[in-house]
């Protein structure tokens, strides 16, 4: 059912109703994910423990728990998986062990497997690429914690998620981690003792060939053939409340150092945007003034500057139809990027909530669509444009259609690895149906309603002839022009990009959206501000042709973000398969061409409304 501001917003702007139906569904998607709600148990009730996937960073290639010869249970039931989990190539099924709430247990058989040739060959290639196991208990988890030394070393230790499939002697022996020690941390409620709410959950991993006996001698190696799995559960008592339990999760990463650096960086962002600001509001009140003056004297003197170009400012670019579309394109990813930042900061999208962002993320980049068609139909009609209907496919398909391309190749990469990272192909197609079924129809309507308002009043006329360009220093060409416009906002967001990085592809938590709202409203100032202030020294060049470098100017800053996706490669991520080096660098060129899109529109629009404001603030004859 439509929101009453659907409603009320329709009428008033045709892109009311895509921001309405985003944020009903990313509440709708917020609100109504299973096991937000605390869970309380009583004395000697049954604790499922589930597991999930095992990750590598080293290979970025998931694969389901059941791959290895572990204990199963008599019937394997995956749980209900919504379409961010899908995509992220969660693999959530049952398992057979037996844990009962505030039970301890020491020792507990839990099964005898025998391997064979290729089952040591499986684990010995999964110990080499450091391949971990993820559990969950009450939608918590599991941990592993590592004690640090040293000076300035926590007390409390460091936490990683997950535990290691086994180790190694570095001598070419191998062995697994076949007992585990299950410590479940519990937080009584005051109100009512009987029922008791799971707080933590950590695993001490141990390879142990007899379960009483933890030394180096005792390891359970592959040499063996039989490898007998245990288990030890403790119970301890928290003084984390239910509502706390994930702070251990979100401090994995160091949160000091992040808030002094985007601090740091903030500041001078601040401080270098008043600079420009300054210089050019000055610069601009002096020009403004000249010119009119000028205008009211019969004997002028002669123009020069900004002014002279007055006839050919708003002249058509080449490819107007492809800056159209990557205008409405970008503006649709800049919507998407505002919303679930701030649905994300309000806590709607926890990492509890597996999979919710980037639900999220894909319901409503599917219904900024609208806001799609409808900037792009708004600024083709300021070019005359008359094939609307090819600008308004265009814009439906071409940049979501390549990325579309590129996810499906690497869909299939996965897929030819047996990884649990591909995508199923009911899901691909879900997928289709909302690019073509949802978001297509609404790009269509957003052209619509953009094709039948007025066009955007421009203050002066475009002249017939095409004004000479003079020779232009080399300093205003396009390369140069590129490189400084996009080294600022890459600036703006280096800090923030790090964790981001480390969060995608170190599979780390990632929760400092407020951090993120931060750099995200620093990107967009810095780019409209970088971006005006080259359109106007190039306009002062007597150059009109600014639009397409106002697009790339900004857009520039994709350059250095896959720029750093390179360094981040070699010196952070230890991959050497060539199926994760396509998937790293395919994603990353998706991240990329996303990023040029939004910063190149940001870029762009603001440089056409100073361009507007400039020219309507003069007197032309």
């Not at 702070?247 to 949160?255: C, P, Q, R, T, V």
């Not at 800049?334 to 894909?362: H, K, W, Y």
């Not at 360009?469 to 300093?475: A, M, N």
């Not at 981001?500 to 780019?527: E, K, P």
Request: net charge positive; proline share 4%.
């Amino acid at each position: 059912m439509l929101p009453s501001c659907g409603r009320r917003l329709l009428v008033a702007h045709p892109s009311g109703l895509a921001l309405c139906l985003a944020v009903a569904a990313s509440l709708a998607s917020a609100f109504y994910l299973p096991g937000v709600s605390p869970k309380e148990y009583e004395d000697g009730t049954a604790v499922n423990l589930k597991v999930n996937k095992l990750t590598s960073s080293k290979t970025q290639l998931p694969f389901r728990y059941y791959v290895l010869p572990y204990c199963q249970p008599k019937a394997i039931t995956p749980s209900a998986e919504n379409l961010g989990e899908l995509l992220m190539g969660d693999a959530i099924e049952n398992s057979p062990y037996d844990i009962k709430m505030m039970i301890n247990t020491t020792c507990t058989k839990l099964c005898e497997t025998t391997l064979d040739k290729s089952m040591k060959k499986k684990f010995r290639s999964m110990i080499s690429d450091n391949y971990m196991v993820n559990w969950i208990v009450d939608n918590l988890p599991a941990t592993t914690r590592y004690v640090q030394t040293g000076a300035g070393a926590n007390s409390e230790g460091m936490f990683q998620s997950g535990f290691p499939v086994g180790g190694s002697d570095g001598k070419g022996k191998y062995f697994v981690y076949n007992h585990v020690r299950l410590y479940l941390k519990y937080h009584q409620n005051k109100e009512k003792y009987q029922y008791t709410r799971i707080v933590g959950f950590e695993v001490a991993p141990d390879s142990r060939v007899d379960c009483s006996i933890s030394s180096e001698a005792n390891h359970a190696g592959l040499r063996k053939g039989k490898i007998t799995y245990t288990y030890d559960v403790q119970w301890i008592e928290s003084s984390v409340r239910w509502a706390s339990r994930w702070d251990s999760y979100l401090h994995m990463a160091g949160g000091d150092i992040h808030w002094f650096s985007i601090m740091n960086s903030f500041v001078i962002m601040v401080l270098l945007s008043g600079m420009v600001a300054m210089i050019l509001l000055r610069t601009l009140h002096r020009d403004i003034t000249k010119y009119n003056e000028l205008a009211t004297k019969e004997d002028a003197a002669e123009e020069t500057g900004w002014k002279l170009v007055h006839g050919d400012v708003f002249r058509r670019p080449e490819w107007a139809k492809l800056l159209c579309i990557s205008v409405g394109c970008g503006v649709q990813l800049l919507g998407m990027a505002v919303l679930t930042v701030i649905f994300a900061a309000l806590g709607f999208l926890s990492p509890a909530n597996r999979g919710g962002l980037l639900q999220s993320m894909m319901l409503l980049f599917t219904f900024m669509g609208m806001l799609s068609g409808h900037t792009a139909s708004r600024l083709y009609r300021v070019f005359n444009g008359e094939d609307w209907k090819l600008m308004t496919i265009g814009t439906a398909l071409l940049y979501p259609g390549f990325m579309f391309a590129i996810f499906f190749v690497l869909n299939l990469l996965i897929w030819g690895e047996e990884s649990s990272g591909a995508v199923p192909f009911p899901t691909m197609f879900a997928i289709l149906v909302m690019w073509f079924g949802i978001s297509v129809p609404l790009v269509y309507l957003g052209a619509y309603f953009g094709f039948r308002k007025d066009t955007i009043a421009l203050p002066v006329r475009t002249n017939q002839l095409v004004r000479q360009i003079p020779l232009q220093s080399w300093i205003f060409g396009t390369l140069p022009t590129s490189f400084i416009g996009g080294l600022l906002p890459f600036g703006a967001i280096f800090t923030e990009l790090y964790f981001i990085m480390s969060s995608l592809w170190n599979h780390q938590f990632y929760y400092l959206f407020g951090f993120l709202i931060l750099t995200l409203v620093i990107l967009v100032v810095t780019c409209a501000e970088i971006s005006i202030t080259l359109t106007y020294f190039q306009l002062t060049a007597e150059d009109h042709r600014w639009w397409w470098r106002s697009f790339i100017g900004c857009g520039s800053c994709a350059f250095y973000v896959f720029f750093y996706s390179v360094i981040y490669f070699t010196m952070r991520l230890q991959i050497t398969r060539w199926v994760s080096t396509f998937l790293y660098f395919g994603y990353m060129l998706i991240a990329s061409v996303s990023l040029f899109l939004l910063t190149g529109s940001v870029g762009l629009l603001s440089s056409f409304f100073f361009t507007r404001a400039i020219y309507g603030s003069i007197k032309i004859d």
